[in-house]
């Protein structure tokens, strides 16, 4: 992995300043005022590279050029036109950055960011993406290959902010972004990792490690034995047919006040899914290895506060399990009972997600968390809905969905609403149980998620369908999504708990959240 720093300092002289590579911004033709104290150094030289018009400075464009004064190389980064320069815009540009330095064996370079900003681009919001995107474009997968991919050659990057960001801030920004995208390479490290490899066991091991040395961190893991004293039905239906042991895995991390209620994660961790008695079709059976992104992305989520040192109490829940068919395995038909005491009849093996959140969500209670976010592959009927761009949400509170939303949209980790209607739950209804577990082909995101409802009643609760975000099948990796929306959901609470002295959401009345968009209909 890349070992990539970053350093906010500021520079008063830009054509004197030493460096492997000067990264200066263009609006189309027009040179950035570091860009024309560099031309101004060199007789005119990056003004006559624009005048061949190979370059036009469209966002993401770039020109490497041979160096000027202090710089070995001058990259010239195309960010459209300025009076258009907004966070999509802006999004492009760094998009660009990340090729270029991907591409050149520079391993320092020097940005010169003090004309990147409009109304609604802000230097820290701008920084904050820079070092995010960068970090994260600098993951390669390397643990089961014996010829990984030539790492980022780039190890440092100064940023020059001029005078539109004190320094301090600056690097506060390019801190948080670093940590955000450590995260998410976290996240996708695990998703990436094989099933042979990434058990339950190992995301136990894991979690631990994130405690290791922190004395704000706890970890505590749940064996099967204990879960059956809990009356975790659902959860070990699941593990029944596996040889893995399932694993509940609790993560407090401490850095809010002591009386604060955490904000609570719970992740879905089944470490492959092969469909159980219910198997699933041999085609793409490999990408259940992916089933476990939930987990990941909790994992990956809690790493970044624990680097950022967010002042805010956080829980993390995680239910790990494989699902495999054997003679020990839960049947089509089998009826079980939760920890909530709800029986359920399993009416297909392979909607098993749900049952192992069921029985964490009903564990989540006794933190009385201010909230909780679970996020699960659940199902593929939201990859139907949603497709890859948008993570479904669902919520039985108005403002944690706004809250959620809003994260999302900040980070460009977005998500989509979905109705939880009272309407759904008929579908679940059944004859020898108090619910099943799936409620047939129609709507089958909306009736996953109305079955995890009935279990958090109690608190305010939103679920991220994230099948679909989680993980691309061509090319095949993990996204590390949706680390970034639930990093910003996370600073978000923690800058309101630290000038209103709370964190968590309104309690709100459940099950009455309206929908912005109808979902598509989808199979389960």
Same mark, same amino acid.
């Given at each position: ?298 994992? &990956? ?55 192992? #959140? ?27 809905? #949603? &497709? ?88 095949? &990796? ?47």
């Amino acid at each position: 992995m890349s070992k990539l720093t970053f350093t906010a300092r500021t520079i008063s002289d830009i054509a004197k300043a030493k460096t492997q590579c000067a990264i200066v911004p263009v609006y189309g033709s027009q040179l950035s005022s570091a860009a024309q104290a560099l031309d101004s150094a060199s007789s005119g030289s990056l003004d006559t590279a624009l005048k061949l018009g190979d370059f036009k400075g469209k966002a993401g464009q770039t020109l490497m050029l041979p160096g000027v004064g202090g710089a070995a190389r001058v990259l010239l980064l195309g960010c459209g036109e300025q009076a258009k320069f907004d966070q999509k815009a802006a999004r492009e540009t760094l998009q660009g950055l990340n090729s270029a330095l991907g591409a050149s064996s520079a391993n320092e370079a020097l940005f010169h960011i003090a004309d990147l900003n409009s109304a609604t681009v802000t230097p820290d919001w701008l920084l904050e993406l820079l070092s995010r995107s960068l970090v994260s474009s600098s993951y390669r997968y390397s643990a089961t290959v014996t010829k990984p991919k030539d790492p980022l050659a780039l190890n440092k990057l100064v940023v020059n902010p001029g005078d539109t960001l004190a320094v301090k801030a600056a690097q506060l920004a390019l801190d948080t972004g670093a940590a955000v995208g450590r995260g998410i390479n976290y996240t996708r490290e695990l998703g990436n990792l094989p099933g042979n490899i990434c058990t339950p066991s190992y995301l136990a091991s894991e979690a631990r490690k994130l405690a290791r040395g922190n004395s704000k961190v706890r970890t505590q893991v749940l064996e099967e034995k204990k879960m059956r004293e809990l009356g975790m039905g659902a959860l070990l239906s699941v593990s029944a047919g596996s040889d893995e042991p399932a694993k509940l895995i609790v993560i407090e991390y401490k850095g809010g006040k002591s009386g604060d209620a955490p904000q609570l994660l719970v992740g879905k961790g089944i470490t492959f899914d092969s469909g159980g008695i219910s198997l699933k079709p041999g085609a793409k059976m490999d990408e259940m290895k992916y089933d476990m992104c939930g987990a990941a992305g909790v994992l &990956g989520t809690l790493q970044a506060v624990i680097e950022m040192a967010l002042p805010l109490n956080v829980t993390c829940i995680i239910a790990a399990a494989e699902n495999m068919p054997s003679g020990r395995a839960t049947k089509p038909g089998d009826v079980i009972t939760s920890m909530a005491g709800k029986t359920i009849e399993v009416l297909n093996t392979d909607a098993e997600g749900r049952l192992v #959140l069921c029985d964490a969500l009903s564990y989540a209670k006794r933190f009385k968390p201010a909230a909780v976010v679970d996020l699960a592959t659940l199902t593929g009927a939201c990859v139907i809905a #949603l &497709g890859s761009h948008a993570s479904a949400v669902y919520a039985n509170n108005e403002e944690l969905a706004a809250n959620l939303l809003a994260a999302g949209e900040t980070s460009h980790d977005r998500g989509w609403r979905m109705p939880l209607w009272d309407d759904y739950r008929k579908q679940l209804k059944s004859n020898f149980a108090d619910l099943a577990n799936i409620g047939g082909p129609e709507g089958g995101s909306v009736t996953a998620a109305c079955f995890l409802s009935q279990f958090a009643e109690d608190y305010p609760w939103a679920h991220l369908d994230i099948a679909g975000s989680a993980w691309n099948s061509s090319p095949k &990796g993990a996204t590390g999504r949706p680390v970034a929306m639930l990093a910003r959901y996370l600073q978000d609470r923690a800058a309101e708990q630290g000038t209103s002295g709370r964190g968590g959401q309104k309690k709100a009345t459940p099950r009455k959240a309206a929908p912005r968009k109808a979902a598509a209909k989808a199979s389960s």
